[in-house]
């Protein structure tokens, strides 16, 4: 089954990047669509106030269908620099603000043009992620204040019912931007160690380039 994640407008950005882009699912083979809320919300270590009432579960795509993109998000442009000093620039979905940043990827099962989506945050945390009611499997990378990868990891879907059960996942390190992608394509957009990455200014849009025919 194919995910429609990466499209061909992202494929051909990523090229310099990875020569190998996974082509991405509506739906990650192995996951239930049933009840499709897909949370990744952050949750600073210093703000001990409860995240906002979740919106209610989205409507489960049918089997066949596009699934469930990011809907309310801008977008905006992330360059990437690898260790060999190879670098791209991806499009992202945007979380920005405290209200997307903890609304984050949910629901979302189906990426569209973009890559992923970057969370900017407005000064450095040591905030940890979770996942909570997910339905898709997702990789994350940190990146410290100056860009430098800070460390990376795989987040599982939290099976719980209960938002204080779901495993948190830490930097390790103070961070003030992070990346997350559909599972195991972290490579794909240039994310591996030693990396780098700086949101581009003035980048901000209604949307990721459509995607063109390769």
């Known amino acids: 089954m194919k995910r429609l994640a990466l499209g061909?407008?992202?494929?051909?950005?990523?090229?310099?990047?990875?020569?190998?882009v996974s082509t991405?699912?509506?739906?990650?083979?192995?996951?239930?669509?049933?009840?499709?809320?897909?949370v990744t919300a952050a949750e600073s270590m210093a703000d001990t106030a409860l995240p906002a009432p979740l919106p209610a579960p989205?409507?489960?795509?049918?089997?066949?269908?596009?699934g469930v993109q990011p809907e309310g998000f801008t977008t905006a442009t992330v360059e990437i620099t690898q260790a060999d000093g190879t670098m791209c620039e991806v499009c992202l979905w945007l979380a920005d603000t405290a209200e997307e940043r903890g609304r984050g990827l949910m629901g979302v099962t189906n990426l569209g043009t973009a890559a992923g989506m970057a969370f900017v945050f407005e000064r450095p945390?040591?905030?940890?992620?979770?996942?909570?009611?997910?339905?898709?499997?997702?990789?994350?990378?940190?990146?410290?204040p100056g860009g430098a990868l800070v460390s990376m990891a795989d987040?599982?879907?939290?099976?719980?019912?209960?938002?204080?059960q779901c495993d948190r996942f830490p930097a390790g390190a103070e961070f003030d931007l992070a990346i997350e992608?559909?599972?195991?394509?972290?490579?794909?957009?240039?994310?591996?160690?030693?990396?780098?990455?700086?949101?581009i200014k003035?980048?901000?849009?209604?949307?990721?380039p459509a995607a063109s025919t390769l």
């Open 155 to 164: 987040m599982a879907p939290c099976e719980s019912d209960v938002r204080s």
């Open 125 to 144: 945390t040591s905030g940890s992620f979770y996942m909570f009611q997910t339905v898709t499997p997702l990789s994350i990378g940190w990146f410290a």
């Open 24 to 38: 991405g699912s509506s739906v990650p083979v192995g996951s239930s669509v049933g009840g499709d809320t897909t």
């Open 8 to 20: 061909a407008a992202v494929v051909v950005a990523l090229a310099a990047c990875a020569p190998s």
């Open 202 to 208: 003035g980048t901000e849009a209604e949307a990721c």
């Open 58 to 66: 989205l409507p489960a795509p049918e089997s066949g269908t596009l």
């Open 181 to 199: 992608v559909f599972q195991g394509d972290l490579a794909a957009v240039g994310i591996e160690p030693g990396s780098s990455a700086r949101l």
